[in-house]
């Protein structure tokens, strides 16, 4: 075994190890964090040597405190006539729309009925419009059970001020029922307004759910950051989530305008996700409702749906989320519950 397969294959381990400690501390409603040393493996030398030197200076670029996507021309269509609402590739009869959207929606899902796209009731607070990029797709499969996921995941200085991004699973098991479940991730605890942020070479005593780069904290190029959504994703009936994503941007900056930020020399362009969802911490089966943090409701009409939550200094809006889990739904869990691979980036510009 080569020495960077070594180190992926520790990875996974160590963030399997991760998740089976997630699944026991949910029961005393704890949190999980990976260690600092378990971090220092998630930056394979395969991947290193792919990142390009870091740039220290700002883009520039049209700073907007709404709307930080110059490349993305208007909410009813991207500048290639393309759906801002749906799955679609970077390129379209050879126009360059400058993103792309990772993995698109197998069509076991459209067949189940669902049209899995960025406009959906779990969405953060305008989150596509303002943020329509960082949508993006993965499909696995692990022991048998088929899983597409589209996750919110912007690795700029906006999603590093972001505590919560919302996230759509869908598995197809092998009895082949499909289960659908729908809510934000969590990476932060508490009162937090914002995520637990360790900045790589500042903070060696903060265990990570985002582990960032600065330029003046890191002694070396910008690698790949690691995000770790709280116990369960949203509740103990839903999932686990790991993302390492070759890092684009450098902590810092205003969150709202992208003129501050600066850019690390590279595209994330390369990403891994591990998902784990485990049987035997929920009886929850068939369809049921839950907010978007997990917590159980009535139905629809919960006298909570709409109504305000305080969270530190920020307030949002009680979603209230229908949710499926088939009773043939089987656990998935290491080894096979992860996928990484390179995305085409033509014609994509930051942010992605």
């Known amino acids: 075994m080569s020495k960077a397969s070594s180190i992926l294959a520790a990875h996974a381990l160590l963030l399997t190890s991760m998740f089976v400690f997630i699944g026991v501390a949910n029961k005393n409603r704890a949190h999980a964090y990976i260690s600092r040393q378990s971090y220092a493996l998630h930056q394979p030398e395969a991947w290193m040597a792919q990142s390009a030197e870091p740039t220290r200076e700002p883009q520039q670029a049209d700073a907007s405190p709404k709307v930080w996507l110059p490349h993305v021309s208007k909410p009813s269509g991207g500048r290639c006539g393309e759906s801002m609402t749906e799955w679609h590739p970077p390129v379209i009869n050879g126009c360059a729309t400058g993103h792309e959207h990772g993995d698109p929606p197998p069509q076991w899902v459209y067949d189940a009925g669902y049209m899995p796209g960025f406009e959906h009731p779990a969405n953060t607070p305008n989150e596509n419009q303002l943020k329509h990029t960082s949508f993006k797709g993965f499909q696995l499969r692990d022991d048998g059970v088929d899983i597409y996921v589209i996750a919110h995941i912007d690795t700029n200085p906006s999603g590093h001020s972001s505590r919560f991004h919302s996230y759509q699973v869908w598995a197809r098991d092998r009895a082949g029922n499909l289960s659908h479940w729908r809510g934000w991730m969590d990476f932060g605890e508490g009162d937090m307004t914002g995520p637990q942020i360790s900045r790589d070479g500042c903070d060696p005593d903060v265990r990570p759910i985002m582990s960032v780069f600065t330029p003046e904290c890191s002694s070396s190029p910008a690698r790949f950051e ?30 709202n305008n992208y003129a501050t930020w600066v850019p690390t020399g590279a595209m994330n362009d390369r990403r891994r996700i591990e998902a784990a969802w485990y049987a035997e911490r929920s009886q929850l089966r068939g ?7 997990g917590e159980i409701i009535s139905g629809p009409n919960d006298p909570t749906c709409g109504t305000s939550r305080q969270i530190g200094a920020k307030t949002y809006r009680v979603l209230c989320l229908e949710q499926y889990i088939a009773p043939t739904m089987t656990t998935v869990s290491f080894p096979n519950n992860s996928i990484e691979r390179d995305y085409d980036m033509t014609g994509v510009q930051l942010p992605n």
Do not use: C, E, H, L
């Not at 709280?230 to 009936?237: E, L, P």
């Not at 790991?242 to 902590?251: D, E, L």
């Not at 369809?287 to 943090?293: D, E, G, I, T, V």
């Open 226 to 255: 690691s995000w770790y959504s709280r116990a369960a994703g949203s509740g103990s009936w839903s999932w686990d989530f790991g993302f390492t994503i070759k890092a684009n941007y450098f902590f810092g900056g205003d969150p």
């Open 287 to 293: 369809r049921f409702y839950a907010n978007q943090w």
